[in-house]
């Protein structure tokens, strides 16, 4: 029934399986929910419907990013900015994800999960070994869940390559800048990896982690001279507002380094200035 798929659905988006349904189910008396087998199928409906919903999705975003770069006369290939999170912070957690985003356009036009982790492998592992998981594995292991080894640190390399490696197989197209945020270990693997062969794939700075970047190292610099701190002088306010406006220069003048010098320059002299 439809409620039954729309019930799995909502509660699935909140990280709720059929154990919490079923508890759900109790504290509102509404009658049980469906069997384990109903459920899974319901699940697997939802999935597949979601797969092809985010496909057709990315697709549609890579294509409008192709569009703008030839406007703009980038023919060579899609600028992109890839960064990358974890289910918890540390180099410990078990799953994380990288995306890629369309520089001119700002969409998402594609995502890797990586998993060190598949349920289904845990539950037959006491079995290793024996014919019935020789068996079950062979089907499975192209589905698994684990396509990740090594460090989860890595996990955000290993995905960014994997998408770069598909960018031509998937949308026809090659991603030719990588913005990246100022870690050089992911614009490395790109280039150990070579996607596209004798192309090599040129890397821009992200203007927010060159921003950041000022504001840490005065930072820093607050905390190794002594009395560069304190009213009237280097303050946290004062950092914050330097960084600011030390990003709007760059960004204002992309395209003259003279101009972006002066606008820089003018802003350092505007806060010194005791007028």
């Not at 798929?5 to 759900?24: D, E, P, V, Y």
């Not at 900015?81 to 990288?98: C, P, Q, T, V």
């Not at 890595?154 to 030719?176: C, G, H, I, L, W």
């Not at 992200?206 to 970047?213: E, F, L, P, T």
Request: a positive charge.
């Amino acid at each position: 029934y439809d409620v039954n798929r729309r019930l799995t659905l909502a509660m699935r988006l909140i990280g709720i399986g059929i154990q919490g349904i079923s508890k759900f189910c109790a504290f509102m008396c509404f009658p049980k929910p469906v069997f384990q087998k109903s459920y899974d199928e319901i699940v697997q409906s939802i999935a597949v419907a979601t797969d092809a919903v985010k496909s057709k999705v990315l697709r549609k975003a890579a294509e409008e990013e192709k569009k703008i770069s030839v406007e703009k006369g980038q023919l060579e290939g899609l600028t992109v900015s890839g960064d990358g999170s974890w289910r918890k912070r540390g180099f410990s957690s078990l799953y994380g994800f990288a995306s890629l985003i369309g520089w001119f356009s700002g969409k998402v036009i594609d995502i890797c999960v990586k998993s060190k982790y598949c349920k289904e492998c845990e539950y037959w592992q006491k079995k290793e070994g024996t014919a019935e998981y020789d068996e079950w594995y062979e089907l499975h292991e192209p589905n698994c869940n684990a396509n990740h080894s090594g460090s989860a640190g890595k996990m955000e390399p290993d995905a960014v390559v994997q998408m770069f490696s598909r960018s031509e197989s998937t949308y026809n197209v090659r991603y030719a800048y990588y913005i990246g945020d100022g870690d050089s270990k992911t614009f490395k693997s790109i280039q150990d990896a070579k996607p596209y062969g004798n192309f090599a794939v040129t890397k821009k700075e992200c203007i927010g982690h060159v921003q950041k970047r000022l504001g840490t190292r005065l930072r820093n610099l607050k905390k190794e001279v002594k009395n560069l701190g304190g009213r009237g002088k280097l303050t946290g306010k004062l950092i914050d507002e330097l960084s600011v406006y030390y990003g709007l220069a760059i960004r204002r003048n992309t395209d003259s380094v003279e101009n972006m010098r002066n606008e820089i320059y003018a802003t350092l002299y505007h806060k010194i200035s005791s007028d």
